[in-house]
């Protein structure tokens, strides 16, 4: 009788445990799809950079934006809520309205191209920019769990490192013109 509490107590901190590794392996799946986000609209950046004939002619292929469904991380952080530390909490929370952002950005994007015909450049750096500030936020989170603080970098400091380690060398990142902030 007096080993049920004990029992219980470790099957529930076992649960916990597991839910929190659970959370952690789905904000790694967000991150690995946002760096795959990340790359098609680069690439299509440096694209209309190089080949602005083509751009105008409008033979580029044209990344489509896709959804990410974020329902799961949603539904194990209220699991794991009271377990996370307050800066794991409040950026686990910033997540999906980043996605949302991202793709209403690359949405709009994709109208402009395909209605209107008109490649709104500055649309597709802040994809590119806010999917870096995600995914650098993501990374910190996971490698980081319990010593986590957000980061006070804007997204020029940002891009340059996460390009590279998507394997983009700095011509392309020169190239591109993604720190530039102007309208063109």
């Known amino acids: 009788m007096i080993l049920i509490p004990l029992v219980e107590k470790r099957k529930s901190q076992f649960h916990r445990e597991q839910t929190t590794d659970l959370i952690f392996m789905e904000l790694s799946d967000l991150q690995s799809e946002l760096s795959g986000h990340v790359e098609s609209y680069f690439e299509y950046l440096l694209k209309i950079r190089q080949e602005p004939e083509l751009a105008a002619s409008g033979e580029i292929p044209i990344p489509t934006p896709k959804s ?33 952002v991202i793709f209403q950005t690359a949405q709009d994007s994709y109208d402009s191209i395909i209605n209107k015909k008109i490649h709104c450049i500055q649309s597709i750096k802040n994809t590119i920019k806010l999917s870096c500030i995600t995914i650098h936020d993501l990374n910190s989170l996971y490698e980081c769990r319990e010593r986590y603080m957000e980061s006070n970098l804007n997204s020029n400091q940002l891009v340059e490192p996460i390009l590279k380690s998507l394997g983009y060398t700095q011509q392309d990142i020169d190239v591109s013109r993604i720190e530039e902030t102007q309208f063109d």
């Open 68 to 100: 990410i469904n974020i329902d799961v991380l949603n539904e194990l952080y209220k699991q794991v809520a009271l377990d996370l530390t307050r800066e794991q909490r409040l950026a686990i929370k910033r997540f999906p309205n980043r996605v949302e």
